[in-house]
T-cell receptor
């Protein structure tokens, strides 16, 4: 699985968009980009994933560059409850001989401030 | 619909003892993965169970073992506890088939070894 690089911490004002970057320059063609977050004292929570196209769901948007070497997770209107550690993970999907295990890095600690 | 549940919530053990942690997967999920999360670190994959067999294992010693039951619930056993085994132990469940492949995490069991 390709490695990812994320800034250790970021701040964001409440109500503003939070843009969390991730570098994955060694990503291979059949690897997906996944984002999870972990709110203090809870288990990680799935946010979104994508292969090459931009994706949006009720929680966030995922923008993947055309060369797929980096991506950005966007929380459009951050709230205090979005304060968490955000993990960017690159992995194969099921059906590719992959068990779906997740390899977590250190993640980005996002602090949303009032 | 109950999500992933884990028991106990907290546990304190002494070095050299043995511990068993339990996990019930989300309804409809048949695959269970276990992760260890040391303080300030991202979760580390221990192993995954499917069809009552260990399908993949991370870089953990044989002191860590597991089991999956016919109802898909799972146990994680750790023998000869070391101080370094103190961590949050997370269980995650996922379906083998279906359109989405995100793993659903439980709240974790906090193990303290003294």
């Amino acid at each position: 699985d390709a490695k990812t690089t994320q800034p250790p911490s970021m701040d964001c004002a409440e109500g503003r968009a939070a843009n969390l970057p991730c570098n994955h320059s060694t990503i291979s063609g059949n690897e997906y980009v996944y984002w999870y977050r972990q709110i203090h004292s809870q288990g990680p929570q799935y946010i979104i994933h994508g292969l090459k196209n931009n994706e949006t769901n009720e929680m966030a948007s995922l923008i993947i560059t055309e060369d797929r070497k980096s991506s950005t997770l966007i929380l459009p209107h951050a709230t205090l409850r979005d304060t968490a550690v955000y993990y960017c993970i690159v992995r194969l999907n099921h059906g590719s001989g992959n068990t779906g295990k997740l390899i977590f890095g250190q993640g980005t600690t996002l602090q949303v401030k009032p | 619909d109950a999500g992933v549940t884990q028991s106990p919530t907290h546990l304190i053990k002494t070095r050299g003892q043995q511990v068993t942690l339990r996990c019930s997967p989300k309804s409809g999920h048949d695959t269970v993965s276990w992760y260890q999360q040391a303080l300030g670190q991202g979760p580390q994959f221990i192993f995954q169970y499917y069809e009552e067999e260990e399908r993949q294992r991370g870089n953990f010693p044989d002191r860590f073992s597991g089991h999956q039951f016919p109802n898909y619930s799972s146990e994680l056993n750790v023998n000869a506890l070391l101080l370094g085994d103190s961590a949050l132990y997370l269980c995650a469940s996922s379906p083998q088939t279906g359109p989405t492949y995100e793993q659903y995490f439980g709240p974790g069991t906090r193990l303290t070894v003294t």
